[in-house]
C-alpha cells in the first residue's frame, strides 16, 4: 500500500457497534483501548484492532472495547499515563516507549542481541519473567500482558552507506528502547518519534537514518521513498513484543472469568501475530527490492562487533542499576537468555544452520 493511500485509509476510523441501553444496564462493561499507532497501520495497528475485537468476542459482549488510534484520544506516547491514571481502560503499545518510567520495564519488549519472539514468551511464561512483569507495571497501577511480536526487526534505512563502525559516530538515528542505549554508546545522536514523523525525519534531512519495524508495516509508511539502503541484522531488537496495559483497577473489578478472558485474549493472539508479521514482511521484502528499488544489506562484521560491545555495556549498566527491581528483572533476563540460547545451539540454531547449507536459505 502507498503511504499516501495509507494514510487518507487511517484517517476514515471506524465506527464501534452501539449497544441498545438495556444492554448497558445489564452490567456490560465499555472499555476505552488507547493505542500508541495510527488507526489500521499495517502491523501494530491491525494487531491493536484484533485484540479490542478478540476480547469483545471471547468476553461474549460483556466487555465491549472501542479502539482509539494515536491521537484520537491521547498522544501515541501518552497511553501508558492514560491507563494508569483511569482516563482509558486499556492501551496497546510496545514496553521499549516506557523507559522514562523505569529502564527495566524495556527488558520485556526487546533487547539487544537477546531474546527471539518464542523465548520472550517463554521467559515470561516458564522462566518467571511474568511476576516481574506484573511487579513492575503494578508500581503504575497497571496489569500488563504481551499480546503480539513482530519478530526480527531491521537494522534501518539508511541514506548513505555503512562501512564501518566509525561510520556510525555522529549519525542522527530514530530507534527506541534498549536499542537506543546501545545506539548512544556507538556514538549515535539517538532520537526518539513514531513512525510516521520518522519519514519527514528522513525526508528533511533531520534523521539519518532510522528503523522502525520491518518490510511490512515500514513499506507502508514509505521509507523507500527517502532512504534506500536497507540493512540487517537488527540485532537491537532481535524480536519486538507488543503488549497491552490494564488499568488494576478495572482489572479487578472484573469477576474472574472476565479476567481469563482478557489474560487469554492477550495470550492467545500472541502467536497469530507473529506469524502473520513474519508472512507478510517476506513478501513485502520481494516487493520492495523488486519493485521499489531498495538495497538490501548486511551490516560489516566491524559493526557488528562495535555493536555487541556496546550491548553488553548496557546490560551491564542495568545490572548496576540503583533500583533492587531493575537488578533483578535483567538478572531474571540474563539467566533465561544464557539457559535457553546455549540450547538453541543444537536445537533451532543447529535446523536453520544446516537448512541454510542446503537450501540456501
Known sequence: MERRKFLRAGALGVAATALASPAIAQGIRQWKMVTAWPKNLPGPGVAAQSMADRITTLSGGRIEVKLYAAGELVPGRGVFDAVSEGTAELYHAVPAYWGSKSKGILLFGSQPFGLRADEQFGWLYHGGGQALYDEMYGRFGIKPFL????????????????????DLKGLKFRTTGLASEMAAKLGMAVQAMSGPAMFQALQTG?????????????????YYQVAKNYYWPGVGEPSSAEEIGVNSA????????????????AESLYIPVWTEY???????????????GVQVKMFPEEVISAMGKAAGEVIDDLRQDDDELVRRIT?????????VGGYMTYADNGQMNARARIMGY
Open 331 to 339: 538478572e531474571s533476563f540474563v539467566a533465561y537468555r544464557d539457559s
Open 278 to 292: 513474519t508472512t507478510k514482511h517476506a513478501l513485502s521484502l520481494k516487493a520492495l527490492v523488486a519493485e521499489k
Open 250 to 265: 478495572a482489572y479487578a473489578d472484573l469477576p474472574d472469568d472476565l479476567q481469563q478472558v482478557v489474560s487469554l485474549a
Open 147 to 166: 499480546c503480539g511480536n513482530s519478530g526480527p526487526q531491521w537494522g534501518g534505512w539508511f541514506r548513505t552507506e555503512i562501512n564501518s563502525a566509525e
Open 206 to 222: 533531520a534523521l539519518d537514518a532510522g528503523e522502525f519495524i520491518g518490510p511490512w508495516t515500514d513499506s507502508a509508511l514509505g
